[in-house]
T-cell receptor, first 117, second 113 residues
Framework: ELKVEQNPLFLSMQEGKNYTIYCNYSTTSDRLYWYRQDPGKSLESLFV?????AVKQEGRLMASLDTKARLSTLHITAAVHDLSATYFC?????????????????FGQGTILTVHP | DAGVTQSPTHLIKTRGQQVTLRCSPKSGHDTVSWYQQALGQGPQFIFQ???????QRGNFPDRFSGHQFPNYSSELNVNALLLGDSALYLCASSFRGSGNTIYFGEGSWLTVV
């Protein structure tokens, strides 16, 4: 059974600081997603990482994927208050049997990020 | 371009009742998946529909069932509601086999009392 673990689960940052959220998963996969969720809201897509070594950046966020280490990171640069939210990584696996497509995401527990002035 | 739309947004049901939630995928998408997100947890995969058939299923009992229509829209049905079914139900839309982003709707908040 695929397991996805994020750390830290809670992250309190000062504005202007840098930090990294880690996402480890237990089974080989080549598709990993990062989502942001604000309180009471749905999931907003941040990044889709589709191959080993993939790196994507958007604003103050940068995500990378190392499929050999089964590890993805979400790096936050010079944090601002607007980045306060819960961040989820999710791993997608093509099913070994029975299923016919991607799209069965297994999510991590989420990292609650709070950025303080 | 309309995104993923879900209805209703909020509803309250009594234990033992049945509920139907609805989802219209993003334009151009043909695959719909449903997730349950309990408070403070990550979403859990319920099942996925493509070509009007259930293609994959998570660890949910048979009380959870679904349907996909020819226009790709989908319904999630939950019978014999339990208090533990209270959660945010999210619909996810994608194009089969692609490596593109999986988009989520705003969700349906279900409270079982």
């Amino acid at each position: 059974e695929l397991k996805v673990e994020q750390n830290p689960l809670f992250l309190s940052m000062q504005e202007g600081k840098n930090y990294t959220i880690y996402c480890n998963y237990s089974t080989t996969s080549d598709r990993l997603y990062w989502y942001r969720q604000d309180p009471g809201k749905s999931l907003e897509s941040l990044f889709v990482l589709l191959s080993n070594g993939a790196v994507k950046q958007e604003g103050r966020l940068m995500a990378s994927l190392d499929t050999k280490a089964r590890l993805s990171t979400l790096h936050i640069t010079a944090a601002v208050h607007d980045l306060s939210a819960t961040y989820f990584c999710a791993v997608d696996m093509f099913p070994n049997a029975g299923g016919t497509s991607y799209g069965k995401l297994t999510f991590g527990q989420g990292t609650i990020l709070t950025v303080h002035p | 371009d309309a995104g993923v739309t879900q209805s209703p947004t909020h509803l309250i049901k009594t234990r033992g009742q049945q509920v139907t939630l609805r989802c219209s995928p993003k334009s151009g998408h043909d695959t719909v998946s449903w997730y349950q997100q309990a408070l403070g947890q990550g979403p859990q995969f319920i099942f996925q529909y493509y070509e009007e058939e259930e293609r994959q299923r998570g660890n949910f009992p048979d009380r959870f069932s679904g349907h996909q229509f020819p226009n790709y829209s989908s319904e999630l049905n939950v019978n014999a509601l339990l208090l533990g079914d209270s959660a945010l139900y999210l619909c996810a839309s994608s194009f089969r086999g692609s490596g593109n982003t999986i988009y989520f709707g705003e969700g349906s908040w279900l409270t079982v009392v």
